[in-house]
């Protein structure tokens, strides 16, 4: 019975440490094209970059923690990149220029993506088989909660309180929190066999960054991210051109309710009756609300879309990663994550650009 227990102090501490750090994500994704502008005069595509440049270096540390994470050893990678995190939060308080603002989101990204990798590995050899789909929905929910929390703490901040030194402060506090409460977690660690360890440090081919069992999942996962990236970038533009600033306010309010009810019970569904019954109809809810906001002339509307966004890209989003792991020999779960979020995390940066044009 005790092998099929879900909720253990590790499983708890890694999802605070999750929530703590993606909170920092959201809060800083949302201020920092504007805070380039109005510190440094930066033009529009400088800002974006600004803003975009956190996520590529996620992608390019994502590849190498997922690699190498399982012969360094989990605790160490996980703690380092949260030191690292912390560390380029607290350089965001003296920057004087663009140049050095950039360099410094591109070191948070990469201690984003190292630490984001690591976690949910870790997460992932927690959780019983038996509940895969479950567990990783509800560890999921530390992100759903931050999806929300985010943007307004960052609106606010920036906005009514004391400005972007308070933003920064705010995020120092959040990753020091994250790093403190991980020092109290055990961290499952995978001991690699001599021909493993040696096929993993010899390969440096591509496909040795990626895991084959996870692909058909994440190749998937590149248009639903790509997808969804239209939603994040061009809401609020489109809400302004057909008069729904007020209803684009609440939308990701709604999005993170829906989500959390989904997370509920998605997971269970999925460990008792399988994936397609869980994936297919996420599909089919997420093209829903895509529909529903091109033809959107009523607040209703409008917001019916983000709650069908939430039931079918957010529910894709734990259902996939759950489907990429379970695929997956236990000591390559690391790869199959780092797999998984490139894949994701590609599909969000790449998108706007091309929609966009």
Not at 29 to 39: K, L, R, S
Not at 153 to 180: E, I, R
Not at 271 to 299: E, M, Q, R
Not at 310 to 325: H, K, R, V
Request: one cysteine or more; aromatic letters at 14%.
């Amino acid at each position: 019975m005790n092998s099929q227990k879900l909720w253990s102090k590790d499983f708890i501490i890694l999802m605070c440490t999750s929530f703590f750090v993606s909170l920092t994500f959201y809060l800083l994704v949302t201020t920092m094209a504007a805070y380039a502008i109005a510190e440094f005069q930066a033009s529009e595509s400088s800002a974006g970059l600004a803003s975009s440049i956190f996520v590529l270096a996620a992608v390019f540390s994502r590849l190498l923690s997922g690699k190498y994470m399982d012969v360094i050893g989990r605790r160490k990678v996980l703690l380092a990149s949260l030191m690292v995190f912390l560390l380029a939060a607290i350089l965001y308080l003296p920057i004087q220029n663009l140049y050095l603002l950039l360099a410094v989101r591109f070191l948070h990204g990469a201690a984003f993506g190292s630490a984001t990798t690591v976690m949910m590995t870790a997460a992932m050899s927690l959780i019983p088989d038996s509940r895969r789909g479950e567990g990783t929905g509800y560890f999921s929910l530390s992100s759903t909660f931050s999806t929300a929390l985010g943007p307004f703490l960052g609106a606010y901040l920036s906005q009514q309180a004391a400005g972007y030194t308070t933003v920064f402060l705010v995020c120092c506090g959040f990753a020091a929190l994250a790093m403190l409460i991980t020092l109290f977690a055990r961290i499952p660690e995978i001991s690699l066999s001599v021909e493993q360890r040696r096929k993993i440090m010899n390969g440096f081919r591509l496909k040795d960054f990626f895991e084959n069992n996870a692909l058909p999942i994440s190749l998937v996962m590149i248009l639903m991210g790509a997808s969804f990236s239209s939603i994040i970038s061009f809401l609020n533009m489109y809400a302004a051109q057909i008069q729904m600033m007020e209803a684009a306010s609440y939308f990701f309010l709604v999005y993170a309710i829906f989500l959390f009810i989904s997370r509920l019970f998605s997971g269970r569904i999925l460990d008792v009756k399988g994936d397609n019954i869980v994936f297919y109809p996420s599909l089919i809810s997420f093209a829903i609300s895509l529909l529903l906001l091109s033809l959107a002339a009523h607040n209703f509307t409008f917001l019916l879309a983000g709650a069908l966004a939430a039931l079918g890209f957010g529910t894709m989003m734990s259902a996939g990663q759950a489907i990429a792991i379970k695929l997956t020999p236990k000591h390559r779960y690391g790869l199959a994550t780092s797999t998984f979020f490139v894949c994701l995390d590609s599909g969000v940066g790449l998108g706007p650009f091309f929609l966009g044009y």
